[in-house]
């Protein structure tokens, strides 16, 4: 059974923040690692897509992936409270195939 | 319209009825796939569908059936759904179904079964 793993939170940060989401997943094999941003009552919208170890890094926000660790995260410097979503980190196996499993989910707030 | 559109929004049905989600990508894409969200558990795959092929069904009860008659549609077929199905459903679509291919949501339909 594969399994990714995310601190629910929430995780609160004030406004100008660098805020952290974590996210460790099982299957050794996993090759793409996607970071989507879900408001409530709403669909999730992709932030971020990572394949290769190390940072990746897209205006305010970072991807960091460290494959012998099976751990990525997510940075938001100059956090805003129009940051403030569910965070769901997805991943695909080995199999080559767009087959994503996701985490529940770590609900960032960012306040005033 | 543009993106990923699902209709309807919200849908409430009885357990003995017969109802059809629908899915329309405007993307180009090849690939289309159907999620299941539940509070307080994670998106959960239900089908993809490859180039009008089905190419994961992960386990789903056969209340749930799937259609994709081209690569821009995706129905879900509901029949004697029970309460425990109520969620809000997914659709999202690929430009291939390859694991470096991004998947866009759609709007997603809040299903409420009674």
């Known amino acids: 059974q594969k399994e990714v793993e995310q601190n629910s939170g929430p995780l609160s940060v004030p406004e100008g923040a660098i805020a952290s989401l974590n996210c460790t997943y099982s299957d050794r094999g996993s090759q793409s690692f996607f970071w989507y941003r879900q408001y409530s009552g709403k669909s999730p919208e992709l932030i971020m897509f990572i394949y290769s170890n190390g940072d990746k890094e897209d205006g305010r926000f970072t991807a960091q992936l460290n494959k012998a660790s099976q751990y990525v995260s997510l940075l938001i410097r100059d956090s805003q409270p129009s940051d403030s979503a569910t965070y769901l980190c997805?991943?695909?196996?080995?199999?080559?195939?767009?087959?994503?499993?996701f985490g529940k989910g770590t609900m960032l707030l960012v306040s005033p | 319209e543009t993106g990923v559109t699902q209709t309807p929004r919200h849908l409430v049905m009885g357990m003995t009825n017969k109802k059809s989600l629908k899915c329309e990508q405007h993307l180009g894409h090849n690939a289309m796939y159907w999620y299941k969200q539940s509070a307080k558990k994670p998106l959960e795959l239900m089908f993809v569908?490859?180039?009008?092929?089905?190419?994961e069904n992960n386990s789903v009860p056969s209340r749930f059936s799937p259609e994709c008659p081209n690569s821009s549609h995706l129905f879900l077929h509901l029949h004697t759904l029970q309460p425990e199905d109520s969620a809000l459903y997914l659709c999202a679509s690929s430009l291939n179904f390859r694991d470096t291919d991004t998947q866009y949501f759609g709007p997603g339909t809040r299903l409420t079964v009674l």
């Open positions: 569908y490859s180039l009008e092929e089905r190419v």
């Open positions: 997805a991943v695909t196996g080995d199999s080559g195939y767009s087959t994503l499993t």
